[in-house]
């Protein structure tokens, strides 16, 4: 499972969109009045080439801010490096950036970043090896599992019966704005939700520990399969054991998360679904090795909310770790989802293929691309 051809960067190109179109999930933490990306192309001197995404969700111009970071920081010291496993980058840009970043206040901004290099390598090591990720990796199974992700009280009847007719038994709620009403929405999605399927619960992070207790318990009769982040990912260890003795609804938690031994010590202190999001931290190559780390009991779920790039990344991490995951695809409607790469994300009997041909993902489609490229002002 390892590329025996050194590969030498060439080119980094950062390429900021955005999309006007679709809906915006609502959520407790703010809303998204647009959907802001980042995008990532790495050519290498052989004419090859690999995309990836940087997480770029918020603040509203986040992608422009990552974007000028990539072009002015980032690029000039990647350029000309060569490589064989797409992860040596990262200790690379460690190396020499890691000082700057903090100097700057930016350490986790830079992890974004190295993020979305990580997935372009991959793609462009698989690309130019004329291999996909699923021949790659040995795999038997080429599709990943997924759930519905990010449902909202008005779209509730609607969208979980369309779901479960693609075989998704699956649904995580959006939650956190109002005890009353959240008890309410979780209520209504546990009585109507089809025969053999689970609600899950995302409240990113509004609550502190007492009022997490509180409402946890008040939701337990409904079965959630787990109650993601709860409270703030940095609340102390303590906090977070206590939670997860306090309740019978498993813990998860990992979009805020940063390095191996951080999730590893969160799943000590009781998290049961850790959910790394590939365009924030590690990109594949953190996901596979956090995997291979796990305790017995704690399971690793992508987290995802960008492009068809990313949600590529992730389903081929779900792939990757087998049948005990299942990676997360949000319902909203998203053009950069489901137009910018084309039609490569159909949801069949509750799973995704992953791309056929060469590379870890399909590339952007040009006039897609054009689209929605916005000036990096």
């Known amino acids: 499972?390892?590329?025996?051809?050194?590969?030498?960067?060439?080119?980094?190109?950062?390429?900021?969109?955005?999309?006007?179109?679709?809906?915006?999930?609502?959520?407790?933490?703010?809303?998204?009045?647009?959907?802001?990306?980042?995008?990532?192309?790495?050519?290498?001197?052989?004419?090859?080439?690999?995309?990836?995404?940087?997480?770029?969700?918020?603040?509203?111009?986040a992608n422009l801010h990552k974007t000028h970071l990539m072009e002015d920081v980032i690029a000039p010291r990647l350029e000309g490096f060569t490589f064989t496993e797409p992860g040596e980058a990262d200790g690379f840009l460690r190396s020499k950036l890691s000082t700057y970043f903090l100097h700057v206040g930016q350490l986790q901004v830079f992890e974004h970043l190295l993020a979305g290099i990580d997935i372009a390598l991959w793609d462009l090591a698989l690309r130019s090896a004329g291999s996909n990720f699923a021949a790659h990796m040995g795999l038997d199974n080429a599709s990943a599992a997924c759930y519905a992700s990010s449902i909202n009280p008005p779209d509730l009847k609607r969208l979980m019966p369309r779901h479960a007719d693609w075989g998704q038994s699956l649904f995580k709620l959006k939650i956190g704005f109002d005890d009353d009403a959240d008890r309410d929405f979780v209520e209504k999605a546990y009585s109507i939700r089809p025969a053999g399927t689970s609600?899950?619960?995302?409240?990113?992070?509004?609550?502190?520990?007492?009022?997490?207790?509180?409402?946890?318990?008040?939701?337990?009769?409904?079965?959630?399969?787990?109650?993601?982040?709860?409270?703030?990912?940095?609340?102390?260890?303590?906090?977070?054991?206590?939670?997860?003795?306090?309740?019978?609804?498993?813990?998860?938690?990992?979009?805020?998360?940063?390095?191996?031994?951080?999730f590893l010590r969160m799943a000590g202190a009781g998290l049961k679904y850790v959910q790394p999001d590939v365009a924030k931290w590690g990109g594949v190559s953190g996901a596979l090795k956090l995997s291979d780390r796990l305790p017995d009991g704690v399971a690793l779920w992508p987290h995802f909310m960008g492009t068809a790039v990313g949600q590529m990344a992730a389903l081929s991490i779900a792939a990757a770790v087998g049948e005990s995951t299942t990676c997360e695809m949000d319902v909203n409607e998203n053009p950069l989802r489901t137009d910018l790469c084309g039609d490569v994300l159909g949801i069949d009997n509750g799973r995704v293929a992953l791309p056929e041909g060469p590379g870890l993902v399909t590339p952007p489609v040009a006039e897609r691309l054009e689209e929605y490229r916005e000036p990096p002002n």
């Open 199 to 262: 609600i899950m619960l995302d409240n990113n992070q509004t609550w502190d520990r007492p009022h997490a207790e509180s409402m946890l318990k008040s939701l337990e009769e409904f079965d959630p399969l787990f109650s993601e982040e709860p409270i703030p990912a940095n609340s102390g260890l303590g906090e977070w054991e206590q939670l997860a003795k306090a309740t019978s609804i498993p813990l998860a938690g990992g979009e805020n998360i940063y390095g191996v031994d951080e």
């Open 1 to 61: 499972m390892s590329f025996n051809r050194p590969i030498k960067i060439k080119k980094i190109e950062a390429l900021p969109i955005r999309a006007s179109g679709g809906v915006s999930p609502n959520m407790a933490l703010g809303l998204m009045p647009t959907r802001p990306a980042l995008l990532v192309r790495i050519d290498d001197d052989q004419g090859c080439y690999g995309w990836g995404e940087v997480w770029a969700n918020f603040p509203p111009r």
